[in-house]
Each structure stands twice: as structure tokens, then as C-alpha cells.
């Protein structure tokens, strides 16, 4: 299967930590990377090759992979936090690239 | 810095053809692919094409075989979006992302501002 899979959407307390997680087959090859999104806004590489940070991105939000299952975590969610968070990688087979669905993570 | 600026917003009838253009500045052109990623309004994001700067091959998603074209023009450092036979469900938001890679991982950093195109008769 090409797909990635994401829950459609989480909820997090103020200053709690919160894990989304994506499952995909191509997962087991390929390592996945995260991006947030905010309303009217383009997504930002949050997470790449599995749990490296981008310089600028905030030391709370980790990646992890392992099989076909990848997680990002967002350890003292802020309220800037809140946003809709995409997985992405290579597709097992061709050259080509999934998303996940999309998970919309509301701060609370 | 790194930049990728978008052309503008475009409004189109249905059964005609868009060009969007991503022009790349602050680093080497010819060093990273262009990916093309696209967001009907509500909804998820769409992987839809990637583009060698070099030679110019290209890998387009499945469902758009047939009516997606990427091109580039390395004397202006610009890449183009052009689909053909627009339909109402192409209406999103288009994005450029550069293509980073690295072993088995690949990411796309940064992304364009988006270029909004509506289908309407």
C-alpha cells in the first residue's frame, strides 16, 4: 500500500504532551518526515529523517519510527501549537510521494 | 535565505489550462529537485509531481498522468506548474517545496507561499 495514515484529530491540555502518529507500509523503507500547518498559511518542515529538527523549530516537538508506524510528540504543547500536522515519505514502490490525511491538534 | 516566491492567484474556466510559476532564489538551482504539492480548500495535501533542475525528467502522481507538466527555466532559476482540462476539483491551493534527500530520507524545505487557483464558469 502507498497510503499513510493519521487520526483525523487530537486534543491536548495546555503544557502536556501529546504523540500523532502516521502508519504506512513505505514507512519500513523510507524514513518519514512532519510538517505544520496553520490556517492560510504553507506547511513548515517541523521534522525530517525521522527525529531531526530544522534549526528554528522548538526542542519540544520529537520524531520516532520504527516498523511501519512513525510518531511525532509535542512535549509541553503550547498554544501556538495548535494546528494541523501532515507525515510524508517516499512511496515504497515508484518514485513518487504520500501524505498522510492530516491531524488537527487543538490546544485546550 | 532560501526563498521560493509563487505567482499569483488565477481564475479559470472549466476545461482550460493554468501556469503557475515558482521562482527559486539563495541557493545553487541546479542542486535540488521542486517538488509540486497541491490543497483543495477543507482538505489534506496532495503530493503532485517532482522535477530534476538539471535535466529535467520528471515523476507525476498517477492521477495526473496525462494533464500535469513541470518545467524549468534554469537562465531565470524558475520552475512551472502547468495543468491542462481544469475541472472544479482542481481548485486548491498549489504549492512549490524543495526537495532535500539523504540516504533513504527525503523532506521538502522550504515551501512557496501557495498560489490559489479557481475553477468557475
Known amino acids: 500500500s502507498s497510503e499513510l495514515t493519521q487520526d483525523p484529530a487530537v486534543s491536548v491540555a495546555l503544557g502536556q504532551t501529546v504523540r500523532i502518529t502516521c502508519q504506512g507500509d513505505?514507512?519500513?523503507?523510507?524514513?518519514p518526515s512532519w510538517y505544520q500547518q496553520k490556517p492560510g498559511q504553507a506547511p513548515v518542515l517541523v521534522i525530517h529523517?525521522?527525529?531531526n529538527r530544522p534549526s528554528g523549530i522548538a526542542d519540544r516537538f520529537s520524531g520516532a519510527s520504527s516498523g511501519d508506524t512513525a510518531s511525532l510528540t509535542i512535549t509541553g504543547a503550547q498554544a501556538e501549537d495548535e494546528a494541523d500536522y501532515y507525515c510524508?515519505?517516499?512511496?515504497?514502490?515508484?518514485?513518487?510521494?504520500?501524505f498522510g490525511g492530516g491531524t488537527h491538534v487543538t490546544v485546550l | 535565505q532560501v526563498q521560493l516566491v509563487q505567482s499569483g492567484a488565477e481564475v479559470k474556466q472549466p476545461g482550460a489550462s493554468v501556469k503557475v510559476s515558482c521562482k527559486a532564489s539563495g541557493y545553487t538551482f541546479s542542486k535540488h529537485w521542486m517538488h509540486w504539492v497541491r490543497q483543495a480548500p477543507g482538505q489534506g495535501l496532495e503530493w503532485m509531481g517532482i522535477?530534476?533542475?538539471?535535466?529535467?525528467?520528471?515523476s507525476y502522481a498517477q492521477k495526473l498522468q496525462g494533464r500535469l507538466t513541470l518545467t524549468r527555466d534554469t537562465s531565470a532559476s524558475t520552475f512551472s506548474m502547468e495543468l491542462n482540462n481544469l475541472q472544479s476539483e482542481d481548485t486548491a491551493v498549489y504549492y512549490c517545496?524543495?526537495?532535500?534527500?539523504?540516504?533513504?530520507?527525503?523532506?521538502?524545505?522550504?515551501w512557496g507561499q501557495g498560489t490559489l487557483v479557481t475553477v468557475s464558469s
Open positions: 517545496a524543495r526537495d532535500h534527500s539523504l540516504g533513504s530520507a527525503w523532506w521538502f524545505d522550504p
Open positions: 522535477i530534476n533542475p538539471d535535466a529535467g525528467t520528471t
Open positions: 529523517a525521522k527525529d
Open positions: 510524508n515519505s517516499r512511496a515504497s514502490s515508484g518514485f513518487y510521494w504520500v
Open positions: 513505505s514507512l519500513r523503507t523510507y524514513s
